[in-house]
């Protein structure tokens, strides 16, 4: 099972740039997804973007379409989160996920409940 374990959290102006970095260790599988999701205080949890490892499709939330750009380089195993024109209400925990093992041609989106290993989040704050 792969494990993913994020960094790169911090704080930031509005307009500013943040780079989230997701390092995923273990598992064998040659096709699988990887997520970043976000929790504010009070709300619920919501998909941001996503990949498919193997594969290389991607997928954004409306909300940060244009905006943030989720990669993957696979010779380091890590799934980076570029965000810019960052916004006050893009403020949260940030969380990288993983799902298992999937067949060629699945399309990765933010259904969490796809989503099978979670990391434990880095914080971003973005103040006005």
Same mark, same amino acid.
């Given at each position: 099972q792969v494990q993913? *374990?994020?960094? !790169? !959290?911090?704080? *930031? #102006?509005?307009?500013?740039? &943040?780079? &989230?970095?997701?390092?995923?260790?273990?598992?064998?599988?040659?096709?699988?997804?990887?997520?970043?999701?976000?929790q504010a205080p009070g709300k619920k949890?919501?998909?941001v973007a996503a990949i498919s490892i193997g594969g290389g499709s991607t997928y954004y939330d409306d909300s940060v379409k244009d905006r943030f750009t989720i990669s993957h380089d696979n010779t380091k195993n890590t799934?980076? &989160? #570029?965000?810019?024109? &960052?916004?006050p209400e893009d403020s949260a925990r940030y969380y990288c996920a993983a799902t298992d093992g999937l067949w060629d041609g699945y399309i990765c989106t933010t259904?969490?409940?796809?989503?099978?290993?979670?990391? #434990?989040?880095? #914080?971003?704050? *973005?103040?006005s």
């Open positions: 993913p *374990v994020e960094s !790169g !959290g911090g704080s *930031v #102006q509005a307009g500013g740039s &943040l780079r &989230l970095s997701c390092k995923a260790s273990g598992g064998t599988y040659s096709r699988y997804c990887m997520g970043w999701f976000r949890r919501e998909g799934v980076y &989160l #570029q965000m810019n024109s &960052l916004k259904n969490s409940y796809e989503y099978t290993s979670w990391g #434990q989040g880095t #914080q971003v704050t *973005v103040s």
